[in-house]
Antibody, heavy 119, light 112 residues
Framework: QVQLVESGGGMVQPGRSLRLSCTAS????????MHWVRQAPGKGLEWVAF????????FYADSVKGRFTISRDNSENTLSLQMNSLRAEDTAVYYC????????????WGQGTLVTVSS | QSELTQPPSVSGAPGQRVSISCTGS?????????VHWYQQFPGTAPKLLIY???LRPSGVPDRFSASKSGTSASLAITGLQAEDEADYYC????????????FGTGTKVTVL
């Protein structure tokens, strides 16, 4: 079955960096676009970033553009999110999610990893 | 800033019908993009509930249904059950350059 497992979350000071990973299994990872979606404590879902299946295109929310970088390693079935210049407002649970191309929805989600930005 | 607006909360007694609206714009739902719905219990990841406006993934009870018209969509739960108490989010695509993948503001369903 499809499994997405995030890791790498934790507490970090403002201005520092953190790298999240998402390990995929149970499906042909290299054929799916993948997203990061976050959820601040007590708030709604916010789309963060998207990478095509072949990594040829990447898209970012305005709130993270220039600070976050999404990448993937199809040989290792892993998705990553490099987060630099972190701010308090980046505090959230970060989910990786599989994308159904053409119909534009997320059909599987990881369990999430919590990132806390605080001094 | 979400491009899709939902009521913050709805409630109903067991067995009743509740409905959640999702209001978009001419660059989202009104542009013809599909609407999808997710269910989220506290402390857990969202789960796909409805896709492509009206379709239910395998395992989703048929008391959940959805529709789309114009710049809006709605999710209905008929025969409300205690286990349906959760947060619900709609999601679509935004054709403008500012945001591509948009979620609704979210609705908390409370079973009285």
């Amino acid at each position: 079955q499809v499994q997405l497992v995030e890791s790498g979350g934790g507490m970090v000071q403002p201005g520092r960096s953190l790298r999240l990973s998402c390990t995929a299994s149970g499906f042909a990872f290299s054929t799916y676009g993948m997203h990061w979606v976050r959820q601040a404590p007590g708030k709604g879902l916010e789309w963060v970033a998207f990478v095509w299946s072949d990594e040829s295109n990447k898209f970012y929310a305005d709130s993270v553009k220039g600070r976050f970088t999404i990448s993937r390693d199809n040989s290792e079935n892993t998705l990553s999110l490099q987060m630099n210049s972190l701010r308090a407002e980046d505090t959230a649970v970060y989910y990786c999610a599989r994308w159904v191309d053409g119909y534009n929805y997320f059909d599987h989600w990881g369990q999430g990893t919590l990132v806390t930005v605080s001094s | 800033q979400s491009e899709l607006t939902q009521p913050p909360s709805v409630s109903g007694a067991p067995g009743q019908r509740v409905s959640i609206s999702c209001t978009g714009s001419s660059s989202t739902i009104g542009a013809g993009y599909d609407v999808h719905w997710y269910q989220q219990f506290p402390g857990t990841a969202p789960k796909l509930l409805i896709y492509r406006n009206t379709l239910r993934p395998s395992g989703v009870p048929d008391r959940f249904s959805a529709s789309k018209s114009g710049t809006s969509a709605s999710l209905a739960i008929t025969g409300l059950q205690a286990e349906d108490e959760a947060d619900y989010y709609c999601q679509s695509f935004d054709a403008s350059l500012r945001a591509r993948y948009v979620f609704g503001t979210g609705t908390k369903v409370t079973v009285l």
